[in-house]
């Protein structure tokens, strides 16, 4: 993910003394290229809120949202983005209120709303940015829309994140990635490729290491029920339960693992939770930002390419869900 | 996670967060949105520019304005029926004594220091009050639990040693950057701008032992002669310690056997042109704050490195513009890192005594870093950080003892694992501070004066502010508002007298007790009366069972020459999260992550019945770093601390 750099772009005096902190962080360099960034994002919830405010004090070039629903009670639960106000949303989205409000984090940065739906938007449109994130898609749009920054001569990063009740999960395909790792004294020229989601999720259980975190399996029979039952993300209740301890049976035969890797208890929690848990979304949203702040910059190792974080345990591992021979 | 159990011991927790900065203002954001509805919050802090990349709740208009107040607000337009109760304070001042602890359910703190921690530290204990402790820096971050009798206290795992410079290192033997910019800083700066009564190691001792200079020629050589043309004086200052005072450095030849030799710099040879620079008669505005040598001599980029030409050039203006510009605060000036004129000056300083000794020079960011010990910080890690804090503050609210965590947010993941959740440790039994272990303290009692136990023992490593000294019955020392003249003029008289003369004398084989009450810290102290003292101990006091970490390096750099004294600058180093994922040998973690389970400390859940014994590691070690990257700070103090650590 490399981003082009005009010679002579230096940081202007404003930006110095606004990012001194950050940038004995990660450098100049680091810094301009954040500025030539665009990102777009999708579903603005908690989480997203949370990665949405990182980027935008971290300095990027612009931050593009979109969701067109209107704000509700339910907008409120874990955004600090929306402010509660009687009858000042009629007409407005929560992509709208929550750009005002983003817009005050950092003037530097663009902050604009599209309307419509995402996985509509054409090649066109998403050549604009370097960063495409959601939150709240269904598998299929998820599919669809990471098919679509494959698809493009120019490379766009896709991230998509869940926040189930006090579970969460980042997936992350930057394609052809290189990076300069520190070795030492030296610093050397890194690459690592990646699978799509559709390669990733396809990748079968029983190959993948025996201690892989088990919500990596929950997340993706909770994934499968909301598909097959042709319910919008978010649609499911506890009431489904038995279907879906159904369907992880199911699975588990066909994947030839025991059903063991996927505890009746996560599941139970994963459907029961239908908000996301506001701690959970700024973890997630941290580690969401610094990922895409050190895509952006080009150095460091990114993640690859499940990272996934359970309140209960306290864990946040990186798993790589990948098929060995197409690695690099 | 969010049962209806778990709903009403938040919804009826009461909250104390400390710190309002980076951490604060995440964690602020998280409680609201998580349900607390009653928090308090103290910081001493008013907002600046450098703030606002992450302290996400402060815009620009809000500069000057306390961090607290303006927090509080920015949360109510999101929560408005929550109440945010904010102390624009010091949380060290008595009134937040232990019956204010003790009001609240849980206390949260985001410090950026040692002191403040220590502090609240001991008032969650007196109180007897969950502290959720965290602490951040750049890419890195920690979580940890601290509940009285349950786990550790934040002080029964040693913090590391204050890193300490050899007077001579900085005054002669420079071999790291850090020690030209202390040279710079403490002495030179100080010399020229500030208090002109401070004593001041400027000057090189000569050949033949003695001072190069009594202090009344000192004063002399510094000081601007009546009408002497300000680049003639600049000129002199230069030559003075650039050139000459390296000289006579160089007369020592037992000094340079093994180390290169630095070489004397004059000014006519760098900058042969008088009156080559600036604009300084040109500059318009009059406000002192946008006097800065880099704008009258055109150079724009903070990041670039100077040669030694414009070093030079640098020097000499921003002298001249001390003197022509802010006349009036010459005599009062102390660094601020934040004062751009004197961050010139002390970068081109530094970087000119860094080329005559060899020592790479730096470019003014860099410099500043390492003089105003900036901390540096990122939104992202502070929000991971937030959001693990305030998942602990509910399992602490429910009495979840089996669950509590120290987490650790890695910078680079450990076997997969970048959030790494730990068990706490059972409290340290030879902890004074929790466990009220009495700490044994080696001195020549004939020698040393009560002043000198009072500032280097009980103050510095005891951390206590309000101390009380006792020896049975008898009441030696106490320090507060309300004391009547009598007394303070004992005392007074008590702090000169060395320890065996004291109205009960301490000698050998008494122990005497320390107090803080504030912070109902009290500590019984054995004294061993020791006759010698070599050069590592240069305060001729050793203090036995006061746990601190052993120092990172071993190298000793340079013990004295001739005998000098060591240590008048000192510097505290606060390393956040490395200090105890790095350190093996009192930490141990999850399987998972695959660190060396070889643990002296049992964690709340093992059934082992190992006897824990602090490490009487208590040489005042002289460290020499070679990685030269480390932040330095001068006199402790409340002055941010860090160890920075380049992840590039």
Redesign the interface.
């Known amino acids: 993910m490399r981003l082009e750099m005009e010679d002579g772009d230096?940081l202007t005096e404003q930006e110095?003394?606004?990012?001194?902190?950050?940038?004995?962080?990660?450098?100049?360099d680091?810094q301009r290229r954040l500025s030539k960034a665009h990102v777009l994002v999708a579903g603005m919830k908690?989480t997203i809120a949370?990665f949405c405010?990182?980027v935008v004090?971290?300095?990027i070039g612009s931050l593009t949202l979109v969701d067109d629903r209107e704000v509700t009670e339910e907008s409120?639960?874990?955004?600090?983005?929306?402010?509660?106000d009687e009858g000042g949303f009629v007409g407005r989205s929560v992509a709208e209120v929550c750009c005002d409000s983003l817009k005050?984090?950092?003037?530097m940065v663009r902050v604009s709303v599209e309307k419509g739906e995402i996985s509509t938007f054409d090649e066109n449109f998403y050549s604009k940015f370097d960063f495409i994130v959601v939150t709240g898609v269904s598998l299929k749009e998820k599919r669809l829309i990471n098919e679509k920054c494959r698809k493009l001569s120019k490379r766009v990063a896709f991230y998509s994140v869940e926040c189930r009740?006090?579970c969460g999960e980042i997936f992350a395909d930057l394609q052809n990635h290189t990076y300069?790792k520190?070795k030492l004294d030296e610093?050397i020229d890194c690459q690592i490729l990646y699978p799509s989601y559709e390669e990733a999720i396809a990748v079968p259980w029983r190959t993948l290491p025996k201690?892989t975190a088990k919500l990596y399996f929950a997340m993706r029979v909770i994934e499968k029920f909301e598909e097959l039952d042709e319910r919008g993300p978010g649609g499911i209740s506890l009431s489904d339960l038995p279907e879906v301890l159904k369907l992880r049976n199911q699975l588990c035969q066909m994947q030839s693992v025991n059903e063991s890797l996927v505890p009746d208890s996560l599941l139970e929690?994963l459907i029961a939770?239908s908000?996301e848990?506001?701690?959970?979304?700024?973890?997630l949203?941290?580690?969401l930002?610094?990922e895409v702040?050190k895509a952006i910059s080009g150095?460091?190792?990114p993640?690859k390419n499940f990272?996934l974080?359970d309140?209960?345990?306290?864990?946040?591992?990186?798993?790589?869900i990948s098929n060995h021979d197409a690695d690099s | 996670?969010?049962s209806t159990q778990q709903l009403a011991a938040v919804k009826g927790a009461k909250v104390l967060m400390v710190g309002a900065g980076g951490i604060g203002c995440?964690l602020l954001?998280?409680l609201?949105?998580?349900g607390f509805q009653d928090i308090h919050i103290i910081d001493l802090d008013t907002i600046e520019?450098?703030n606002?990349?992450?302290q996400?709740l402060f815009?620009?208009s809000h500069v000057g304005l306390s961090k607290a107040k303006v927090a509080r607000d920015a949360?109510l337009?999101?929560r408005?029926h929550i109440s945010i109760t904010p102390y624009h304070a010091n949380v060290k001042d008595p009134k937040f004594n232990v019956d204010f602890f003790k009001e609240f359910n849980v206390v949260l703190n985001g410090l950026d220091n040692l002191d403040a921690r220590r502090h609240v530290n001991r008032l969650c204990l007196a109180a007897d009050v969950p502290l959720i402790e965290s602490g951040t820096t750049?890419?890195l971050g920690q979580v940890t639990v601290h509940v009285k009798g349950k786990t550790e206290c934040y002080e029964c795992q040693p913090k590391p040693a204050p890193k300490t410079y050899p007077v001579c290192t900085i005054t002669s033997t420079p071999s790291k950057f850090v020690h030209c910019i202390v040279w710079a800083k403490e002495l030179l700066f100080a010399k020229l701008f500030g208090d002109k009564n401070q004593d001041n190691d400027l000057n090189v001792r000569s050949a033949d032992g003695a001072s190069s200079s009594s202090s009344e020629d000192a004063v002399d050589v510094f000081e601007r002669r009546n009408d002497e043309d300000i680049e003639q004086y600049g000129r002199r200052i230069y030559d003075h310690v650039f050139g000459y005072n390296i000289e006579k450095a160089l007369s020592n030849e037992e000094t340079w056997k093994n180390r290169t030799r630095p070489k004397p710099i004059y000014s006519k040879d760098i900058l042969p042109d008088i009156r080559e620079n600036g604009n300084s008669d040109k500059v318009v505005s009059d406000d002192p704050s946008s006097v800065s040598a880099m704008s009258s001599l055109g150079f724009?980029?903070?990041?670039d490195v100077w040669s030694l030409a414009d070093n030079s050039k640098i020097f000499i203006e921003a002298l001249k513009l001390f003197f022509l510009k802010r006349e009036k605060e010459i005599g009062g000036l102390s660094f601020d890192k934040d004062d751009q004129l004197a961050v010139e000056f002390v970068t081109a300083a530094a970087n000119i005594r860094a080329s005559s000794f060899g020592i790479p020079v730096h470019s003014l960011?860099e410099a500043k870093?390492i003089a105003g010990n900036?901390?540096?910080?990122?939104?992202?890690?502070?929000?991971?950080i937030?959001?693990?804090?305030?998942?602990e503050a509910i399992k602490v609210l429910q009495n979840d003892v089996a669950k509590y965590?120290m987490?650790y947010?890695l910078e680079?993941?450990s076997r997969?694992?970048?959030?790494?959740?730990v068990e706490p440790f059972e409290p340290n039994q030879s902890c004074y501070v929790c466990s009220n272990t009495p700490l044994t303290l080696e001195v020549n009692t004939s020698v040393t004066k009560l002043r000198d136990f009072v500032d280097k023992i009980v103050r510095a490593k005891l951390g206590m502010n309000l101390p009380l000294i006792m020896h049975g019955a008898s009441l030696l020392y106490e320090f507060g508002d309300d004391l009547d003249e009598d007394m303070v003029a004992n005392y007074e008289a008590n702090l000169e007298k060395v320890l065996s003369e004291l109205p009960s004398g301490i000698t050998g084989g008494t122990t005497i007790t320390v107090e803080d009450l504030q912070q109902e810290l009290s500590c019984n102290i054995n004294i061993k009366q020791r006759e010698d003292f070599d050069e590592k101990e240069p305060d001729g006091m050793v203090l036995i069972g006061w746990t601190q970490a052993p120092p990172t390096e071993k190298e000793n750099n340079g013990s004295a020459e001739n005998g000098e004294s060591n240590l008048t600058i000192t510097e505290e180093v606060e390393v956040v999260a490395e200090e105890v994922v790095l350190d093996k040998k009192s930490s141990s973690v999850d399987d998972?992550a695959g660190v060396d389970p070889a643990a002296k400390k049992r964690k709340l859940s093992e059934l082992s019945n190992l006897p824990i014994s602090s490490s009487a590691n208590e040489e005042k070690v002289i460290l020499d770093d070679d990685d030269g990257d480390d932040v330095v700070v001068i006199h402790g103090g409340d002055i941010d601390t860090g160890k920075?650590k380049k992840?590039?």
């Open positions: 230096e110095t003394a606004l990012y001194d902190r950050q940038i004995r962080v990660w450098g100049a680091a908690g949370e405010k990182n004090l971290a300095g409120l639960n874990a955004n600090f983005l929306i402010a509660p005050h984090f950092n003037p009740d006090s300069a520190k610093t201690r929690r939770g908000l848990f506001p701690p959970v979304c700024a973890i949203g941290g580690i930002g610094q702040i150095k460091g190792e993640l990272f974080f309140a209960m345990d306290g864990k946040g591992i990186i798993e790589n | 996670m969010a995440e954001k998280t609201a949105l998580s520019v450098s606002l990349n992450r996400f815009r620009k949360v337009e999101f408005p750049g890419f724009k980029n903070p990041q960011f870093g900036i901390i540096h910080a990122v939104a992202t890690t502070n929000a991971i937030a959001g693990l804090i305030v998942i965590r987490t947010c680079h993941p997969k694992t970048l959030l790494m959740p998972a920075k992840l590039f």
